[in-house]
């Protein structure tokens, strides 16, 4: 069974810095590309960043250019680097398995993690 646990939220200014991790288990995790959502209040939830198993990164455009996404194959984890953070970027922010071209997300979400950007 898959388990995807984030953590890494927190309150932050206007220009500060936050990175979270997703530790993934009951997969085969090198193998399945992956990615971040975020879902603001009243607001569906939509893709941030994803990475490829080989690599590649794919980014909404609201984040390129601030945010990384990174992934650690040997400890099962998937890391969202996110600089410059704007208000606007207040979210509860998920992992998942990512499928197709869509990044369409395959699997149970976890609880998330909660990111507030403050003025």
């Known amino acids: 069974q898959v388990q995807l646990v984030e953590s890494g939220g927190g309150l932050v200014q206007a220009g500060g810095s936050l990175r979270l991790s997703c530790a993934a288990s009951g997969i085969r995790f090198g193998y399945y590309a992956m990615g971040w959502y975020r879902q603001a209040p009243g607001k569906q939830r939509d893709l941030v960043a994803g990475?490829?198993?080989?690599?590649?990164?794919n980014y909404a455009d609201s984040v390129k250019g601030r945010f990384t996404i990174s992934r650690d194959n040997a400890k099962n984890t998937v890391y969202l680097q996110m600089n410059s953070l704007e208000p606007e970027d207040t979210a509860v922010y998920y992992c998942?398995?990512?499928?197709?071209?869509?990044?369409?997300?395959?699997?149970?979400w976890g609880q998330g993690t909660q990111v507030t950007v403050s003025t």
């Open positions: 998942n398995i990512a499928r197709g071209s869509s990044w369409y997300p395959a699997a149970n």
């Open positions: 990475i490829t198993a080989g690599g590649n990164t």
